[in-house]
């Protein structure tokens, strides 16, 4: 899969447009500069015979596509892809006087079972993603100056979970290892959930996570504590992004985003659990 941004994040190639009697979902419009740029993608297998186009799709400031290269070629994939950059930019400096990208370009190799369909999917859905994030702006933007007790915090998702009356923490010793126990505290968790109880937890243990993630299963409200931050371009993924539109998650983080592979610290364990104990006390206000 190819991902292409505009240069400056500016929307010139397509609308975004809410359902209507010709399509059952959002979708984008194309502008006269992004049919050009449809009309490159679509040729690209003319100028690169070995290389088909699977799929794309048009956003307003970004371009996501399939290719599938049906035999070795003597020529990378760069190769390609600044082709078809080239000749969008072409268009672009006869429609805007200017480039259309920005520099380089995203790839994902597509090599085990079910990764195409999944691609697929996620490459069809982005109009509504977009149109869902536009209809819930609250719930996918981060506030990164946000207090809780002295904790300086970063958050994203509905934040009037924290107004919630009943408010459990979901902490679990990593003494709980077995099936049978953590099955226990599963169902002890989802009824304590399904009397109207929000769930705050860093999801650390296994049983914690075991827990959490069956919550989140069945629709439960969730804060969910991070380790590490949001990044610039943070938005939730999979199932997260719909359950963030219904305003079923919150996310914390009380540190800033790294990009390494870091092993969460017995002291970072434990202020977690202690910021959970914080959220959980939190009154409603009146």
């Known amino acids: 899969m190819i991902t292409l941004a ?35 993608w679509n040729a690209i297998s003319v100028h690169y015979p070995d290389v088909r186009t699977m799929d794309v799709q048009l956003m307003p400031d970004h371009l996501h596509g399939v290719l599938f290269v049906t035999k070795q070629v003597p020529y990378h994939l760069g190769t390609v892809v600044n082709g078809f950059k080239a000749g969008c930019n072409a268009a672009s400096r006869e429609v805007l006087g200017r480039v259309l990208w920005e520099e380089g370009y995203h790839d994902r190799i597509l090599m085990k079972k079910g990764q195409l369909e999944t691609m697929l999917n996620y490459v069809h859905d982005n109009p509504r993603r977009l149109w869902t994030k536009r209809c819930n702006p609250d719930y996918f933007t981060v506030q990164r100056e946000c207090a809780i007790g002295d904790t300086q915090v970063a958050v994203a998702g509905n934040r009037f979970l924290l ?8 902490q679990c010793s990593r003494s709980i290892n077995t099936d049978e126990a953590i099955a226990r505290e599963v169902n002890r968790y989802l009824n304590i959930a399904r009397d109207g109880a929000v769930l705050v937890s860093a999801s650390i243990s296994p049983c914690e996570k075991a827990v959490m993630r069956a919550a989140f299963e069945v629709g439960v409200k969730e804060i969910v504590l991070l380790e590490n931050g949001f990044s610039p ?41 202690d910021l959970a104990k914080q959220i959980a006390s939190i009154e409603p206000q009146r």
């Not at 107004?163 to 979901?170: L, S």
């Open 6 to 40: 505009v240069d400056g994040r500016r929307p010139v190639l397509g609308e975004l447009c809410g359902p209507d009697a010709t399509h059952p979902a959002p979708w984008v419009c194309p502008t006269v500069l992004g049919q050009r740029v449809l009309d490159c």
């Open 163 to 170: 107004e919630y009356p009943f408010k459990v923490v979901v």
């Open 233 to 273: 371009m943070w938005k939730p993924g999979g199932q997260q992004f719909d359950a963030c539109a219904k305003g079923q998650l919150l996310f914390i983080a009380p540190w800033p985003y790294h990009s390494e592979r870091k092993t969460i610290t017995r002291a970072q364990c434990m202020q977690l659990n």
